[in-house]
């Protein structure tokens, strides 16, 4: 089974930035792709973004030219830089792995966006 420990959430200024990690349990070229989503209060789950092994990235709309998502194999590690932070970014942040034909989930963490 995969696992996925996140961390770096925490509360952040608007416009501040703050770094997300996703760290796995094993290496991560061997998933098709990591990523992140988010729910925010009273929302749905959206999707915020991808990458492939290969490092080929998708974003969502509303974090476009904001956040960077990236990943480092040595560390089976992906990440989601995040700046420009607005309040409509706070939210519980998951990371997920697409293995094959399953996803896998960490536990989320808590990004809140305050003044």
């Known amino acids: 089974q995969v696992q996925l420990v996140e961390s770096g959430g925490g509360l952040v200024q608007p416009g501040g930035s703050l770094r997300l990690s996703c760290a796995a349990s094993?290496?991560?070229?061997?998933?098709?792709?990591m990523g992140w989503y988010r729910q925010a209060p009273g929302e749905q789950r959206e999707f915020v973004a991808t990458i492939t092994w290969a490092g080929n990235t998708n974003y969502a709309d509303a974090v476009k030219g904001r956040f960077t998502i990236s990943n480092d194999n040595a560390k089976n590690t992906v990440y989601l830089q995040m700046n420009s932070l607005k309040y409509e970014d706070t939210a519980v942040y998951y990371c997920y792995a697409d293995k094959r034909l399953n996803l896998y989930w960490g536990q989320g963490t808590q990004v809140t966006v305050s003044s």
């Open positions: 094993e290496s991560i070229f061997r998933f098709n792709g």
